[in-house]
C-alpha cells in the first residue's frame, strides 16, 4: 500500500510501512532517527484536549534535535501534537510573532529609504 511517513512523536520510525515492518534500505539516518522520542507512544505527542502534555516536553527537553523537529513542524504547518516542544498554540503564537518582526523590520527598510 505504500509507505508512510510519521512525525517524530508517532512512536514509529520514518519509513514504517503499514504491515509495520521498516524499509531501511539505501535510507541514510536522519533528523527522526537521533530523536529521543523515537519508539515512544503516539498518543504522548498527541493527547486528547485538556491532557497534560509533561511526558511530551520531558523527552523534548533535552533531544539533541529539538530544532530539527520545530522546524519540521513549522515548515510543513503542523496543526496538531508537541514538535519540538512546542504545543499547536505555542508554535501558532511563535509564527505571529515572527511575522510581526518581519513587518516591523520592513516598515523600517521601507523608511530608512
Known amino acids: 500500500m505504500g509507505e508512510i511517513m510519521k512525525s517524530c512523536g508517532s512512536g514509529a520510525a ?6 509495520g515492518s521498516v524499509n531501511a534500505s539505501n535510507r541514510a539516518e536522519t533528523w527522526q532517527d537521533r530523536a529521543k522520542c523515537k ?5 504522548v505527542f498527541y493527547p486528547l484536549r485538556g491532557v497534560p502534555t509533561a511526558s511530551a516536553r520531558a523527552l523534548c527537553k533535552d ?4 530544532p530539527d523537529c520545530l522546524s519540521y513542524a513549522l515548515e510543513h504547518e503542523e ?6 516542544g512546542l504545543s499547536e498554540r505555542e508554535r501558532r503564537k511563535l509564527i ?6 518581519r513587518s516591523a523590520g520592513e516598515r523600517r ?5
Open 109 to 113: 527598510l521601507f523608511e530608512a529609504s
Open 79 to 84: 496543526e496538531f501534537g508537541i514538535w519540538g
Open 96 to 101: 505571529r510573532a515572527q511575522a510581526r518582526l
Open 63 to 66: 533531544c539533541p534535535v529539538k
Open 39 to 43: 519508539g515512544a507512544s503516539a498518543s
Open 14 to 19: 520514518w519509513g514504517e510501512m503499514l504491515d
